[in-house]
């Protein structure tokens, strides 16, 4: 008689599910040990990572930044690999971050003296509900906005008890004590009428809040939970993109496995279980294994153990009443999670800028870091044929400094319209916006306004008539595709941290130690949305993996890290 080794299978081949494989086969003598393979329903590996090409630069659709090399174990493996470095053009995204051209809806590039206090105050906000020190390492001329800010951090720290506060509720009400402290403010001049000065710090507020929407995913910074915010945890130091592209460190994760283990096309419709009252499953080969999971082209393979890493998206959808994915269905304490957390949109979009005919000269073709102030959806001064899924985008920018491809990222309904729009539309979408912030003519400034620049626009500013055109679009489509339903998660208000640990529990629940009527981890659960401190990111993916993994390891008594 054989010896039956226990079978796990791993629903998914992105980050989590790879590395959970990857730690089960090195760790030594467990391929021995166990069956393994890892089931994607897609036609390739890397899930929520997909590196690609787009007008000759290597571009990210899904998973761009380490975010943060401190520490982090993407970076590790990135370094080891020499992913680092690479002699072909990619999304380096670096430098310029750091110093926008912010330009007000209408043509009116705004003086960093009128952007960067609203800016510092709004990442200040952010870093209090972080819980981080706010006091500590300031500058002087930082200690200079913090004071004038000093009626707002009054407001903060007299939020005893935030109760159910979102995000989103607390910075308006930041902003509204800025404004308050900033009583009696002078009036601007210039901006042709359009803009009062109240109404341009409420613009590059809105600018920092929509880059916070494609951060954090959630479309409405009105449903994102404060509280959780300062359970997450960053990496310090710098972050950066990976030169030979996120693919690398899957491509090097997997690199382990077998050929064969990891199966593609092969998408799962369903997982029987047995909570209780365990009985005996029977193949046709006389296998027995308590878990039968079934395909989308009707075949089936029995498991021990299954591991799903399918996203929090697939999962809401997987859950709903009659779907009858988890069979028997999901026991309340996890439906319940599931249903509580977060899952948001995020999409990337990238434009390639026909060459300029009349000139070589790299000056004239560099497009700028562009941020966006746009004028508020009640205004009478908007540009009537600005798009609306343009209007909560924060910035357009190059990849790197000279490239023709430009970057937009999206949030929420604006990244849902995008999905469906043709090429054709967003280029118009597009091309009118980006001629509303630069190609007009330049508002003439008064001199007395040291608030605005005087200079030109922009560099492609059209003096000599030349138009932006754009040859080639290509726009990520995370929401609508079935195997993600979205992108990454974050914790909704009336959610919490316990509710991501929970994501983690496996089942059954309570037959850990043994003592109960089936067998022990049947269904366990990896992936971004199971990591309580980490989650919305890859490397709160790779974490998950390794527990999971170690988990397995543990119970079989092998020697797991
Ligand atoms: C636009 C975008 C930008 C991002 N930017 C960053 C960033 O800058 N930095 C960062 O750290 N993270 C970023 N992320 C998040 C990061 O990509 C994810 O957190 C991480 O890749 C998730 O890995 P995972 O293994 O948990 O899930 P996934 O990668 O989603 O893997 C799950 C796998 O399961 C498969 N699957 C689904 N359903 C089935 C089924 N029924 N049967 C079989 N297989 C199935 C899917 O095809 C997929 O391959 C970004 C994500 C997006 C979408
Ligand atoms: C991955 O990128 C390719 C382009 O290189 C694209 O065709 C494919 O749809 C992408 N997949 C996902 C899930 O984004
Ligand atoms: C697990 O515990 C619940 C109550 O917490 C109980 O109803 C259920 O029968 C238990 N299941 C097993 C398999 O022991
Ligand atoms: C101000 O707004 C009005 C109304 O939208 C518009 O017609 C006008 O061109 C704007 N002025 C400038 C200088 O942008
Ligand atoms: C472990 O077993 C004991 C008795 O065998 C039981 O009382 C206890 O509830 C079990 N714990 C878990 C987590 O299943």
Same mark, same amino acid.
Request: glycine content about 10%.
């Given at each position: 008689?054989?010896?039956?080794?226990?079978?796990?299978?791993?629903?998914?081949?992105?980050?989590?599910?790879?590395?959970?494989?990857?730690?089960?086969?090195?760790?030594?003598?467990?391929?021995?040990?166990?069956?393994?393979?890892?089931?994607?329903?897609?036609?390739?590996?890397?899930?929520?990572?997909?590196?690609?090409?787009?007008?000759?630069?290597?571009?990210?659709?899904?998973?761009?930044?380490?975010?943060?090399?401190?520490?982090?174990?993407?970076?590790?493996?990135?370094?080891?690999?020499?992913?680092?470095?690479?002699?072909?053009?990619?999304?380096?995204?670096?430098?310029?971050?750091?110093?926008?051209?912010?330009?007000?809806?209408?043509?009116?590039?705004?003086?960093?003296?009128?952007?960067?206090?609203?800016?510092?105050?709004?990442?200040?906000?952010?870093?209090?509900?972080?819980?981080?020190?706010?006091?500590?390492?300031?500058?002087?001329?930082?200690?200079?906005?913090?004071?004038?800010?000093?009626?707002?951090?009054?407001?903060?720290?007299?939020?005893?008890?935030?109760?159910?506060?979102?995000?989103?509720?607390?910075?308006?009400?930041?902003?509204?004590?800025?404004?308050?402290?900033?009583?009696?403010?002078?009036?601007?001049?210039?901006?042709?009428?359009?803009?009062?000065?109240?109404?341009?710090?409420?613009?590059?507020?809105?600018?920092?809040?929509?880059?916070?929407?494609?951060?954090?995913?959630?479309?409405?910074?009105?449903?994102?939970?404060?509280?959780?915010?300062?359970?997450?945890?960053?990496?310090?130091?710098?972050?950066?993109?990976?030169?030979?592209?996120?693919?690398?460190?899957?491509?090097?994760?997997?690199?382990?496995?077998?050929?064969?283990?990891?199966?593609?096309?092969?998408?799962?419709?369903?997982?029987?279980?047995?909570?209780?009252?365990?009985?005996?499953?029977?193949?046709?080969?006389?296998?027995?294994?308590?878990?039968?999971?079934?395909?989308?082209?009707?075949?089936?393979?029995?498991?021990?153990?299954?591991?799903?890493?399918?996203?929090?998206?697939?999962?809401?959808?997987?859950?709903?009443?009659?779907?009858?994915?988890?069979?028997?269905?999901?026991?309340?304490?996890?439906?319940?999670?599931?249903?509580?957390?977060?899952?948001?949109?995020?999409?990337?979009?990238?434009?390639?800028?026909?060459?300029?005919?009349?000139?070589?000269?790299?000056?004239?073709?560099?497009?700028?870091?562009?941020?966006?102030?746009?004028?508020?959806?009640?205004?009478?001064?908007?540009?009537?044929?600005?798009?609306?899924?343009?209007?909560?985008?924060?910035?357009?920018?190059?990849?790197?400094?000279?490239?023709?491809?430009?970057?937009?990222?999206?949030?929420?309904?604006?990244?849902?319209?995008?999905?469906?729009?043709?090429?054709?539309?967003?280029?118009?979408?597009?091309?009118?916006?980006?001629?509303?912030?630069?190609?007009?003519?330049?508002? $003439?400034?008064?001199?007395?306004?040291?608030? #605005?620049?005087? *200079?030109?626009? !922009?560099? %492609?500013?059209?003096?000599?008539? +030349? =138009?932006?055109?754009?040859?080639?679009?290509? $726009?990520?489509?995370?929401?609508?595709?079935? #195997?993600?339903? *979205?992108?990454? !998660?974050? %914790?909704?208000?009336?959610?919490? +941290? =316990?509710?991501?640990?929970?994501?983690?529990?496996?089942?059954?629940?309570?037959?850990?130690?043994?003592?109960?009527?089936?067998?022990?981890?049947?269904?366990?659960?990896?992936?971004?949305?199971?990591?309580?401190?980490?989650?919305?990111?890859?490397?709160?993916?790779?974490?998950?993996?390794?527990?999971?993994?170690?988990?397995?390891?543990?119970?079989?008594?092998?020697?797991?890290?």
């Amino acid at each position: 008689m054989v010896v039956k080794k226990p079978r796990i299978v791993i629903v998914g081949a992105g980050v989590a599910g790879l590395t959970a494989a990857n730690k089960l086969y090195t760790t030594q003598g467990s391929s021995e040990l166990f069956e393994l393979c890892v089931v994607e329903g897609g036609t390739r590996i890397g899930g929520r990572i997909n590196t690609s090409e787009f007008g000759g630069d290597r571009i990210e659709m899904g998973a761009t930044w380490i975010h943060g090399i401190g520490g982090s174990p993407i970076h590790k493996i990135a370094q080891e690999i020499n992913s680092l470095d690479s002699d072909q053009p990619w999304e380096r995204m670096d430098g310029f971050l750091d110093d926008p051209l912010t330009v007000a809806e209408g043509g009116y590039e705004l003086n960093p003296s009128l952007v960067k206090p609203v800016t510092n105050f709004f990442n200040k906000l952010m870093e209090f509900a972080q819980g981080k020190v706010i006091e500590d390492g300031l500058s002087k001329e930082e200690i200079g906005h913090f004071k004038l800010a000093s009626k707002g951090f009054d407001f903060i720290s007299r939020i005893g008890d935030p109760g159910k506060l979102s995000i989103g509720a607390f910075l308006r009400q930041g902003l509204q004590t800025f404004w308050d402290s900033l009583e009696g403010q002078e009036e601007l001049k210039g901006y042709g009428g359009n803009w009062s000065r109240k109404s341009l710090q409420e613009a590059i507020f809105t600018i920092q809040e929509n880059i916070q929407r494609t951060y954090t995913s959630a479309g409405d910074l009105m449903t994102l939970d404060f509280n959780a915010e300062s359970e997450y945890r960053m990496f310090p130091d710098e972050e950066i993109t990976i030169a030979k592209g996120y693919m690398s460190i899957i491509e090097f994760i997997a690199s382990v496995l077998p050929p064969g283990s990891i199966q593609l096309c092969r998408k799962v419709t369903k997982i029987e279980w047995q909570p209780e009252n365990y009985r005996v499953l029977e193949s046709e080969t006389g296998d027995f294994r308590p878990v039968k999971l079934h395909f989308s082209d009707g075949s089936v393979m029995l498991a021990d153990h299954v591991i799903v890493t399918v996203s929090l998206g697939v999962l809401k959808a997987r859950i709903c009443e009659g779907s009858g994915f988890f069979d028997p269905p999901l026991p309340h304490f996890k439906t319940e999670a599931i249903s509580r957390l977060g899952y948001g949109l995020v999409n990337k979009l990238f434009l390639q800028l026909s060459p300029t005919h009349d000139r070589e000269s790299d000056d004239l073709n560099k497009f700028p870091f562009l941020q966006m102030a746009f004028q508020r959806s009640d205004s009478e001064f908007r540009h009537p044929k600005i798009p609306w899924w343009m209007r909560r985008t924060a910035s357009l920018s190059p990849i790197y400094g000279k490239s023709r491809v430009l970057l937009g990222w999206f949030a929420g309904k604006e990244a849902l319209a995008l999905e469906s729009l043709d090429d054709e539309e967003i280029v118009t979408g597009v091309s009118t916006t980006i001629s509303s912030f630069l190609s007009s003519s330049h508002h $003439k400034v008064n001199s007395n306004s040291h608030e #605005l620049s005087n *200079g030109k626009v !922009s560099s %492609v500013d059209s003096s000599n008539g +030349g =138009e932006l055109k754009f040859s080639k679009v290509l $726009k990520t489509q995370w929401g609508t595709d079935p #195997l993600f339903l *979205g992108s990454y !998660s974050y %914790v909704a208000v009336g959610s919490s +941290g =316990e509710d991501l640990d929970t994501m983690a529990v496996p089942l059954p629940k309570n037959c850990s130690n043994g003592s109960c009527s089936s067998p022990p981890l049947q269904i366990l659960f990896a992936g971004e949305a199971t990591h309580r401190t980490h989650y919305s990111t890859t490397h709160g993916a790779y974490f998950s993996g390794l527990r999971e993994a170690n988990r397995l390891l543990q119970h079989y008594h092998c020697n797991g890290v």
